[in-house]
């Protein structure tokens, strides 16, 4: 297959509306690396390419279906047949939504992101939340290292859904999903 075919039918699957889409494996191709790719994601999750905002939606999810980031922490566009770098402010992907069935210990919360994925809180998709300027910043693994930040108001019903839990760190607010639990802050602290 040509990089031309491969870039053709990730725009069909793009075009279909990406719902049944599967994701290319690009944790498994090891291409070599062609370069920059002038393709920055900032932290507000627009993309831009040589300074110029991309403006095409299906092209950005495209672009956004073939990310990897790699141990070393570089983030890449990847094909069969070449890789290269691409430019991350903070985290890739946005989470936009939450989503939660059930309650306590019990429930599932699922976070969709600006690009369409759907990561369910649980061991394989852990959420960390970091303070930046004494505010918290939290953040849901998407897939392989790749991660979203999480919108206020996603990160707002996260809080208004936390429990007071005890850990190794001392009681900490923050909710269960799959399984385990998650801290969003300690007890007492102002999340909001």
């Known amino acids: 297959m040509t990089v031309a075919d491969f870039i053709a039918s990730l725009q069909r699957e793009a075009a279909a509306g990406g719902e049944a889409r599967s994701l290319p494996p690009v944790d498994r191709w090891n291409p070599p690396d062609c370069g920059n790719s002038f393709i920055e994601i900032l932290k ?89 300027d004494g505010e918290p910043r939290p953040y849901v693994l998407v897939r392989g290292r790749l991660e979203a930040r999480v919108l206020r108001a996603p990160f707002y019903e996260l809080v208004e859904w936390a429990e007071e839990e005890a850990t190794p760190e001392g ?10 639990f998650f801290p969003v802050g300690p007890v007492g602290a102002h999340l909001q």
């Open 171 to 180: 009681p900490r607010l923050g909710v269960w999903s799959g399984g385990a």
């Open 44 to 132: 507000d999750g627009t993309w831009k390419h040589e300074g110029v905002r991309m403006t095409r939606e299906s092209l950005v999810r495209l672009f956004a279906s073939i990310l990897r980031k790699d141990e070393d922490g570089t983030t890449w566009l990847v094909t069969p047949v070449e890789k290269v770098r691409v430019t991350v402010e903070d985290a890739p992907f946005l989470a936009v939504r939450a989503d939660r069935e059930g309650a306590g210990r019990d429930q599932t919360i699922a976070f969709t992101t600006n690009m369409g994925d759907i990561a369910v809180l649980g061991p394989d998709h852990p959420l960390r939340v970091e303070l930046h």
